[in-house]
Each structure stands twice: as C-alpha cells, then as structure tokens.
C-alpha cells in the first residue's frame, strides 16, 4: 500500500525550464491537492482537483498548471520556471466530503529549487 | 484575516518528559481542527481530526483538545520518545476544500 506517492523527489532547474510533477495515489481518492511548503510558512494551496477531469485554483496558483486525466494522478507543471518557485512541493489527497472528517494523506515532497 | 497560530516555535525536552503544544486561530467558518506529525523530509501525517463539538480526542500518547468558545486547541505529549522529535502543525478546515495551516512547532526530544 504505497498512498500518496511523488516524482520526482529532487530536481534543480534553471530559470525559464519547464517541468512536471507526478503526484500518484492507491487510495481510490476522490480529492487532490498541490501544496507549497517555504521557511517559516504554513503550507499553501497551489491547485486542487474533487475529481477526474476537473482541477480549481487555491491560493497562490500563478506560475503554475495542474491536470487531472485520471482520477489517481494529478499533475503539477511548472512552463517557465521562476526562482520564487523554489520551494517544498507536497501532494495531498483525501475522500470526498461525503464521507466526513477525514484526513489528507501527504506524499514525502518534491524538493525543487530554481537558479 | 483567517490565521493559525501556533506556539512556542520550537522546544527542546527530555525524553520521558510531557510537553503541551498550543495552536489559537482565528477561522471562519469553522469545519474541523487537525494536528499532524511532519517528520524532517517527510510529509506530513494525521494525528488527530476534531469538530466543533468534540472537547478532547487521543491517539495513542498524543491527546488534542480543543476549545471552540476561546478557539484554542492544544496537543499534549505524554512520555515522549526520541521518535516523537518532529514539526506538529495545526490545521483548520474552513468550508470546503479549504485548510489554514500554521507554521509549526518544532519538538526536539533529547535523550
């Protein structure tokens, strides 16, 4: 039982370079979120997903794309990456509202800087 | 403005000891209060989910509490272990699909 899996773990890039995050989970998940973690910050909500083929903004979502082909990945791209960007990306996902208070379950995170 | 707050940021205790983590926030509306463990280089893991009409909640020797009349909630530590050195953040779900995070408090447990 893998949960909520993220590749790449690492990745440098140069400013300008594009490149896309895997977020995959096994849970049969309806919901998934992209976060973003920095020092001395609560994490922070890039884009979500409540379900295949639909994806909403959060709160800070410029810069960034997401997409939800299927319902156990959701994609983060980053098409001109910027040095503000670099930073602790974390997926998350959870079961729908349906079915109360339940948890998001994190993968371990992408860290990614930008020069 | 929503906000979590979490104090203190950082605290260094000694194994077997106990140790009591605060969180005040101001979030409207209210759906849930959460704390989860971070592990340094891991993601972050639920320990505890309340509502507005659960006081207290356990998991194993971590015990939450909440006060939704004052909006505090705390998490208590009992018997620490060196495993328990870890970030503990405070999350509250605000409507739908929406969480406020602190920042954090970081336990240093020493041997």
């Known amino acids: 039982n893998a949960g909520v899996t993220q590749t790449p773990k690492f990745r440098v890039l140069k400013t300008g370079q594009s490149m896309t995050l895997l977020c995959a989970q096994d849970?049969?998940?309806?919901?998934m979120y992209w976060y973003r973690q920095d020092p001395g910050m609560g994490l922070r909500l890039i884009h979500y997903?409540?379900?295949?083929?639909?994806?909403a903004k959060g709160e800070v979502p410029d810069g960034y794309n997401v997409s939800r082909l299927k319902k156990q990945n959701f994609l983060l791209g980053l098409e001109s990456a910027a040095p503000s960007q670099t930073s602790v990306y974390f997926c998350?996902?959870?079961?729908?509202?349906?079915?109360?208070?339940?948890?998001?379950?994190f993968g371990d995170g992408t860290r990614l800087s930008i020069l | 403005k929503n906000q979590v707050e979490q104090s203190p940021q950082s605290l260094i205790i000694l194994e077997g000891k106990n140790c009591t983590l605060q969180?005040?926030?101001?979030?409207?509306?209210?759906?849930?209060l959460r704390w989860y463990k971070q592990d340094t280089g891991r993601g972050p893991v639920s320990l505890t989910i309340?509502?507005?009409?659960?006081n207290t909640k356990s998991n194993g020797r971590y015990t939450a509490t909440l006060d939704a009349d004052t909006k505090q909630s705390s998490l208590h530590i009992t018997a620490s272990q060196l495993s328990d050195s870890a970030s503990y953040i405070c999350?509250?779900?605000?409507?739908?699909?929406?969480?406020?995070f602190g920042t954090g408090t970081r336990l240093k447990v020493l041997a």
């Open positions: 998350a996902s959870s079961y729908g509202t349906g079915a109360g208070n339940q948890p998001q379950h």
């Open positions: 849970m049969n998940h309806e919901y």
């Open positions: 997903s409540v379900g295949e083929g639909t994806t």
């Open positions: 969180c005040n926030y101001t979030v409207s509306p209210f759906s849930n």
């Open positions: 309340m509502t507005f009409s659960e």
């Open positions: 999350v509250v779900e605000s409507g739908t699909y929406k969480y406020i």
